[in-house]
């Protein structure tokens, strides 16, 4: 496979490798001898990985000078990023606590988005700003959840990309601190209990995922060392949800990522319990089936399946007998329709609850508006063909409910929804205070002067054509249709720089979103093409399946013809085509480049699985078995061998550009990935075409602010653009 781990060898596109060599590592599996010569790459405090990652950073900083437009591809992404999108977004729908709402605001100028509340006599004020919390950046806001009657906030910050959290809780009144940390191990949801005085979490008893997960109770202002445990599992994912009114309580729980859920239902807990009966509801686990239950403002329960329902259903359930068997459809399965989301209202004339659901057809977000039995009253005209997003209602009723929309070309706008008349129209999100209150560091618990953000300059507006976007749809190797948008300047089409992503994992769909880094890329006059690949969601659970576990080649496979199909179609050519993806996305990027590396001008892979015999040893990757298969299966390890981009690395063969990025530590995908796949395909390529790694630190896989966002985006941006040959106009 390699010639082996060479060092001291000078590379045309990295400084010197360590001298100090190590015997190569063979692993002898179900027969296969596998060859791992960058094992030694795997311990980021190694000292001979610490000295070669010096080198790495040096090599990045040399090429990277010498990209065209680089300082105008930040320029013009910040202008982007100022009009919002997925990874910093301007505003969210709100959260409703008894006439008061909480929601995310993040100026243009602004480095991470601030928590926001209002009441109902009350202008809008800061609640929460990261970076009065810490003015470095590096703490950002996780999960949050206000208590039923809005007058305490229970919030979770990490810092430096580290993922385990610390949980505190504020009075919202004057931004005072009254308990907390906590400490859950991983980001953990928060059920509070009715009067404000306490809430269920999630908990790992231990390092890892190794224990399982406890759910327990937290009285506020009382010691986490005596919460009382009242349910534990060994599975690795535990969720909570308790009834608006607090009399129900729901548990999740699943061995893996994508693996059918256990869930339970249970009379909630008061604040002095020490256990839970809860009753075992529904069981996927045998058949890879989910199910979640949705609890309306006057008591009714309705579960959200794929139970018998590919595509998704939605079933009323009888509290007395929960059982599957009793669920009674009231919204049925629409083949081709996936079931996204599902939020419950209340009619005003007769009280009954009205039921808002957002189907996906195609990438494209249907609303509708439902009487309880099922029966359709509207189809609500959404603002165009793109994605209805984080559908909100207040939890103890009403008519209104709340969403955001976006599509390829408009960037992310909340829109309110009421049912009374079938209006839907968009809120203007507040602008924040210039001053932000003081509240005490969270990380520390001490208090902090106020920090100034490091601001990036508002662009003035422009008058911009509008992009063309079009779905296409081709052909893999097997003959399965699969679809890709396409985004492209307005002027015309023709072979141009391309730009190729797309996820195909773990049943996520590739939804139309605004991105700043695909607006910059259109508006300098280059395609942008996104594949919604086997593996994804976008064809219900079939569609996933198809390209999980032992199918997961069929993902690729459809990655690499939507590649041929840009070609094929004259909208780009070999030259002027790029690939890049992040996370799965990454993942797949990293495969098609070791399968066809001929086929592509550049590639970006970023904090991604590379290694697929050995991921499951990593981080958190023993939750993604299911989707990859484990190489402690004879079968599946022969698959994995069949596509994993580390293995399929040739030397002599002729590797396109290559850039790779990663933080110094992610503890969600291991950065050994990154830093393996990088030094083999530098021993290994025979083109004079660089293979760079970008290692950051101080980041994680998650949340990053705007100017490290920027600053990462930049540079993929403007590598892409130098082998590609854009050039910003």
């Keep these: 496979m390699w010639g082996g781990p060479l060092r001291g060898r000078e590379l045309s596109t990295t400084a010197k490798w360590p001298a100090a060599h190590r015997d190569p590592v063979v692993d002898r599996l179900h027969g296969h001898e596998v060859p791992d010569p960058y094992r030694w790459l795997e311990d980021a405090d190694d000292p001979g990985c610490a000295a070669w990652l010096d080198g790495q950073a040096e090599a990045f900083a040399r090429h990277a000078r010498s990209w065209p437009d680089r300082d105008a591809w930040r320029a013009r992404l910040a202008e982007a990023a100022g009009r ?295 189809d609500v005209p959404v603002p165009g063909h793109g994605s209805v997003t984080r559908l909100t209602a207040p939890p103890d009723g009403g008519p209104r409910a709340w969403f955001a929309y976006t599509d390829y070309t408009n960037p992310p706008a909340v829109h ?16 924040p205070e210039p001053r932000l209150p003081t509240p005490r560091d969270t990380a520390r618990g001490e208090t902090t002067r106020e920090a100034p953000a490091a601001r990036v300059p508002a662009a003035r507006a422009k008058v911009r054509a509008r992009p063309d976007v079009r779905r296409l749809t081709f052909a893999s190797a097997d003959g399965t249709p699969v679809a890709m948008h396409l985004i492209a300047p307005p002027d015309g089409h023709g072979p141009r720089p391309t730009l190729l992503t797309a996820y195909g994992g773990f049943g996520a769909s590739a939804r139309p979103a605004y991105s700043p880094a695909i607006a910059a890329w259109v508006e300098a006059g280059g395609n942008y093409a996104v594949a919604s690949v086997r593996g994804g969601g976008e064809g219900g659970t079939a569609w996933h399946a198809a390209g999980s576990g032992r199918n997961k080649p069929n993902a690729v496979d ?56 050995r991921y499951h040893r990593f981080g958190i990757g023993r939750l993604w078995t299911e989707e990859f298969g484990t190489a402690d299966d004879p079968e599946e390890l022969a698959v994995l061998l069949g596509y994993s981009p580390y293995h399929r690395v040739r030397p002599g063969t002729a590797y396109p550009s290559v850039l790779l990025t990663c933080p110094q530590i992610d503890p969600r995908v291991d950065s050994m990935h990154t830093r393996k796949m990088a030094a083999a395909l530098q021993h290994a390529t025979a083109s004079s075409r660089p293979v760079l790694l970008r290692c950051e630190s101080g980041v994680g896989h998650g949340e990053r602010s705007l100017s490290r966002w920027l600053g990462l985006q930049t540079d993929v941006l403007a590598f892409c653009a130098a082998h590609t040959g854009l050039r910003l106009r």
């Design 558 to 613: 459809d990655f690499t013809a939507a590649a041929r199909a840009l070609i094929d179609g004259g909208h780009t050519a070999r030259d002027r085509l790029a690939i890049r993806g992040s996370s799965h996305s990454g993942f797949l990027v990293a495969a098609a480049v070791t399968r066809e590396p001929d086929l592509y001008a550049a590639a970006v892979v970023s904090s991604a699985v590379t290694d697929m015999v």
């Design 416 to 431: 309110r929804l009421d049912v009374r008349d079938g209006s839907c129209v968009p809120e203007a999100p507040p602008v």
């Design 84 to 378: 919002g999108g997925a990874a910093v977004p301007v505003a969210s729908p709100p959260v409703w606590r008894r006439g008061r709402r909480f929601f995310l605001r993040r100026a243009p100028d602004m480095q991470l988005p601030v928590l926001m509340t209002a009441g109902p006599d009350e202008p809008p004020r800061v609640l929460l700003d990261p970076l009065v919390l810490d003015g470095s950046g590096a703490t950002t806001l996780g999960l949050w959840r206000p208590s039923p009657g809005g007058g305490l906030l229970a919030y979770q910050v990490m810092r430096h990309g580290d993922e385990r959290p610390l949980l505190w809780v504020l009075d919202v009144a004057d931004g005072r601190l009254v308990d907390g940390p906590l400490e859950p191990g991983r980001v953990t949801p928060v059920a509070w209990l009715p009067g404000d005085g306490a809430f269920c979490y999630v908990d790992t008893p231990g390092p890892g995922l190794e224990r399982g997960r406890r759910l327990r109770l937290h009285r506020v202002g009382t010691d986490p060392d005596d919460d009382p445990v009242l349910f534990a599992t060994d599975l690795p994912q535990l969720s909570v949800t308790i009834a608006p009114a607090g009399g129900r309580l729901m548990l999740s729980a699943a061995p893996g990522a994508t693996s059918g859920n256990l869930l339970w239902l249970a009379d909630a807990p008061d604040e002095r319990a020490r256990e839970l009966r809860p009753v075992l509801v529904h069981d996927g686990t045998a058949d890879g089936t989910r199910a979640v239950l949705k609890f309306a403002p006057d008591g009714r329960i309705f579960a959200v399946t794929d139970r018998s329902a590919p595509f998704g259903r939605l079933c009323a359930v009888d509290p007395a007998d929960p059982r599957p068997e009793h669920w009674r459809t009231v919204i049925a399965e629409e083949p081709g329709a996936v079931l996204a989301d599902c939020a419950t209202l209340t009619d005003p004339a007769t009280g009954e609850p009205r039921l808002v659901t957002v189907h996906a057809r195609h990438g494209t977000s249907e609303l509708r508006v439902h009487a309880s039995d099922g029966t359709s009253l509207l």
